[in-house]
């Protein structure tokens, strides 16, 4: 089993960084270059085994519409993967260039309710320029994530299936039966279970008291692929107010993670609102009991 990184936007704001931009992490990409290694390397000090780069908000759309011109846009998205390599250096650790929902590039809190209004079709269109630089960036793997919508999940792995780097796709759940737009996380089962190309499937940035029956959910579909769980503290991201609220729900992370390992978890982490010092406990909790 393989422990994943926590929280780069929470940690880099822990770190005094202001990411109430629309560009969010892929800000501090461009200003302050030295601090989003930093905080790879944190996580790599607590034990992760894998740090996921700081792509995820980081589209051509999303930095063009900014003012940047098309090279300086994909330079952005390279750099968030070369200081992610830097982390690394010589280490064995693995690198993975994140790919977040269209709804990411809205910068509204839409990646929590799928409720874009774009086709399979209009969604592989939006993925593909980044998608396809990503795949020559020098990351391992491709991190889909976050995503809200069977439509999305279809698109990605649809973009899979052409050939890339392995990877995973991720996605975000209001509860412990439904995606965020509300389709049973059995039809996600189906999806991967039917692609060759997808090499794992998630569910990251919910509710850590929902990962459980999700996870059995899928099995129970016969869902056979490895599983990466990275959750969130339990908060709610308000997307008016731009803030997360509500209360945590990592009191017991370990013994939660220990679960999630029992039900075929390959690759378990943290999500928004997560930091080092819960890598470093799934680290200390989850490779003793190994």
Known sequence: ???????????????????????????????????????????????????????????????MALGLEASRAEAVMLQAVRLALRARGDGAAAVAASVGPYGATLADGSEFRGDDGLSVDELVAFHRPRWELLCGSGADLLACETVPSLREVRALASLFAEGALPGWISVSCRDGAHLSDGTPIEEVARVVQASDAVWAWGINCTAPRHVTPLLRRCRQAGLTAPAVVYP?????????????????????????????????????GGCCRTGPDHVAALTRGLRDVS
Not at 6 to 30: C, I, K, N, Y
Not at 232 to 251: A, K, L, M, T
């Open 1 to 63: 089993m393989a422990i994943l990184d926590g929280g780069l936007a929470t940690q880099l704001e822990a770190d005094g960084h202001d990411l109430d931009h629309p560009l969010w992490s892929a800000r501090v990409v461009m200003e302050a270059p030295d601090a989003v290694v930093a905080v790879h390397e944190r996580y790599l000090q607590a034990g992760a085994d894998c740090v996921i780069a700081a792509t995820y908000q980081a589209t051509p759309q999303g930095l």
């Open 232 to 268: 969130n503290s339990g908060e709610r991201f308000d997307g008016d107010r731009r803030c997360w609220v509500g209360e945590p729900d990592v009191h017991d992370f370990v013994a939660q993670a220990s679960e999630w390992k029992a039900l075929g978890a390959a690759v378990i």
